[in-house]
């Protein structure tokens, strides 16, 4: 068994601003030098190959780093530091289990199609606002998506939709270790909280009494934590999770499936007229692009191909590569949405194993509604300017995607088929 030591490794610049624009060069070099591991400076290992991401991810000898993180960061004691710690996926194994089994059962596709006809309603209305001057930023728009989305599905009122999004972009950069960002991302946190207090109080006082089959997500995660005994504080830690967890993931994609589709537009056009078509273009829109490096301690030595992980090594999965791997996806670099899904070759941007996306039916849902209704209102989008891109580590994508189009008319409303 060889040790981290005798390996000659690839140095990852994961934090250079050049890697964020693009990290392709880079893993080619790191898989000239070793087939599944690289190093990134002093912070740890690199995981680059699709196939020992999938195998080593869900290890059990692998522990999320959230709370490691806050240490870390001194935020021991504060709005976002307590939350970050107790949040479900840093909780200790059994207590993640208790928690994750209590809801995962009935995040299904089932329920996710239940929500779409509000998630129609929401994305329309967004579009009215947006699409009507023949020019916009793409980046901007899609940052507004996911959470009026989220308000929709909890059935909040949208005027506080503004400033609870600047709190969201505030705290998805804490992961860009800059402490300085700290005072703003503490004042969002708060925020949130009290939003989602606030939110949880006005239902439980006007229950909907709706059925099962008709139920929001919030009658839902209010009825099944009740039922399973959620305290109030995991309940509201928990819905303030989802608002962090599915905000910049689903903007990033989205915007990045946008600026995809600028090359492609005959797989745009199609997007307007085929509903079906969508969820297809969604899901190799996911193997193409995605905005996630997840990271992990190992908390017990891991042999690994005749590789010896020590305790307390970090590592990162940059799952948003993954699907480009050319040893496991050789016609990897062309976008092709009828490309067969084949078990073995799936794309991974929601994880793997026990911490493997709880909204990831909600994503699709919301991404496929979206790229649908998008591609009827904005007719042949063109680049109307140079994006920028954010650092590759934590949540990757690009920053801004000026664009220019032909308003279009919506050619179906809210009753498309689930
Ligand atoms: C395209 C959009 C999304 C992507 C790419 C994505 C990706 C991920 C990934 C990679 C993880 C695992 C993180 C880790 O193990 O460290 C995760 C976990 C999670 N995501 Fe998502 N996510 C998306 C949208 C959403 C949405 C919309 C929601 C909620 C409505 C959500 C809720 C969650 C939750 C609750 C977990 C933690 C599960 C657990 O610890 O058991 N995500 N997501």
Redesign the pocket.
């Known amino acids: 068994m060889q040790t981290l030591d005798e390996l000659d490794l690839y140095h990852m610049p994961m934090s250079d601003p050049a890697m964020g624009e693009n990290p392709w060069p880079h893993f080619e070099k790191a898989r000239e030098k070793h087939p599944w591991l690289a190093v990134w400076d002093e912070y740890g290992y690199v995981i680059h190959s699709y196939s020992a991401m999938r195998e080593l991810f869900p290890r059990e000898e692998l522990r999320?780093p959230y709370a490691d993180v806050v240490k870390e960061l001194g935020q021991e004691g504060t709005p976002w530091g307590r939350f970050t710690e107790e949040q479900?996926?840093a909780l200790p194994p059994r207590e993640?289990r208790l928690l994750?089994d209590t809801f995962a059962a009935k995040f299904t596709p089932r329920f996710a199609n239940q929500l779409r006809p509000m998630m129609r309603a929401t994305i329309s209305k967004l579009l009215d606002e947006w699409a009507t001057s023949g020019k916009m930023d793409f980046e901007a728009f899609a940052s507004h998506f996911?959470i009026s989305v989220?308000f929709g599905l909890v059935g909040a009122p949208h005027e506080g939709i503004g400033l609870l999004r600047d709190d969201l972009e505030a705290i998805g950069l804490a992961y860009s270790f800059q402490l300085e960002r700290f005072p703003r991302i503490q004042e969002g946190m708060v925020r949130i909280e009290e939003f989602v207090e606030d939110t949880i109080a006005e239902r439980r006082a006007n229950p909907t009494n709706r059925s099962e089959d008709e139920e929001d997500l919030l009658d839902l995660l209010i009825r099944v934590g009740d039922e399973g005994n959620i305290s109030h504080q995991q309940l509201k830690d928990l819905i303030s999770?989802?608002f962090i967890?599915?905000y910049d993931?689903?903007k990033n994609?989205l915007t990045y499936t946008m600026y995809t589709l600028l090359d492609h537009p005959d797989i745009y056009k199609r997007c307007a007229e085929d509903y079906e078509y969508c969820k297809k273009v969604i899901e190799e829109a996911?193997r193409w692009f995605?905005?996630?490096t997840?990271?992990r301690y190992v908390d017990k030595d891991v042999e690994f191909r005749g590789v010896l992980l020590p305790k307390d090594t970090m590592l990162f999965f940059p799952?948003s590569v993954s699907g480009r791997d050319p040893v496991t996806f050789p016609d990897g670099q062309t976008f092709d949405p009828d490309r067969p899904i084949e078990p073995e070759r799936r794309q991974i941007?929601?994880?793997l194993g026990?911490?493997?996306?709880?909204?990831?039916y909600?994503?699709r849902a919301?991404?496929q509604e979206a790229i649908h209704q998008i591609a009827q209102r904005i007719r042949d989008p063109k680049l109307a300017g140079e994006p920028a891109w954010r650092p590759f580590p934590g949540t990757w994508g690009l920053i801004g995607l000026p664009i220019e189009f032909t308003p279009g008319e919506a050619v179906v409303k809210e009753t498309e088929p689930a």
Do not use: E, K
């Open positions: 999320p479900m996926i993640h994750r996911p989220m999770f989802f967890a599915g993931t689903s994609v996911l995605n905005p996630g997840v990271t799952l941007a929601f994880a026990p911490h493997m996306c709880l909204g990831q909600i994503a919301q991404l």
